[in-house]
């Protein structure tokens, strides 16, 4: 049986069109305005929120920027908790850009014979503020208090357990 191919707008225009609609501000970004960028608030913090989108590939990715940068001093640290955090994920991974200091959540979609729903892109934003709420504790205790990778973690899903036991 033969692939049939499905018709579907641009896919940063279906992205574009779901923000407007659910009266989210943004902007385009990127070559040929194939990103849109933009900002949520989660539990924990407000993210910058990425949605790049690549026809030739049918892929959309969405990368959640935390709001601070990772103190250089404490990249090592920084990427020891992310490799505990990431084998926690089937789908999406946390990344450090050690240039630009910026810890983001990555998710990514390949959409090849497939259409991009609301559904799909409600799941994606979801699914990224949840992971960076998550582990945003773990982060901060790395950079900010000293913690070491392993017990930051032990002491955020503790407390993660706790919250959803009440």
Known sequence: MADTAIEQKPLIETI????TNDDWQFDREGEGGNAIQTYVQGQRATYRMRFVANEETSMVSLLLFGPTQAPEEFHPQVLELLNLVNT???IGNFELNVARREVCFRVGYDLEGGILSNQMIRNLIGSCISAFDRFFPALMAVCYAGASP????VS???RTS???ES
């Open 16 to 19: 574009a069109d779901y923000l």
């Open 88 to 90: 926690r994920y089937m």
């Open 150 to 153: 392993a017990s930051a973690l």
């Open 156 to 158: 955020t899903e503790g």
């Open 162 to 164: 706790e919250k959803a």
